[in-house]
């Protein structure tokens, strides 16, 4: 899995309790499982697109477009769960998990 770390701000750009918190997640996944591929906290276009997160982040550890996205709360989760459901087409989605 390539793993972003979902959030309204990117790497650092927020200080609320919600980007805090997946800087915090990032640095217990760094500890715990460092040869997971993940990087956060970062906006959800940014995760979908290596090239942009490239630009933005070129020292990200994230490689190529992620395919695992973890959301800072449940609301967040369920409301993009179904918009990329939706989006996707068809009505059909894989997760959550």
């Known amino acids: 899995p390539k793993a972003a770390l979902l959030s309204h701000s990117n790497f650092g750009s927020s200080h609320q309790p919600s980007a805090v918190k997946m ?4 640095e217990l ?31 990200s550890t994230l490689a190529g477009n992620a395919n695992l996205l973890v959301l800072p709360n449940i609301d967040a989760a369920n409301i993009s769960y179904n918009l990329l ?12 998990v």
């Open 23 to 26: 800087r915090e997640t990032l």
């Open 29 to 59: 996944l760094r500890a715990q499982a460092p040869w997971l591929e993940v990087d956060g906290e970062m906006h959800g276009d940014v995760a979908l697109d290596g090239k942009a997160r490239a630009k933005l982040m070129p020292r």
């Open 85 to 96: 459901k939706t989006a996707a087409g068809g009505n059909i989605a894989i997760g959550p």
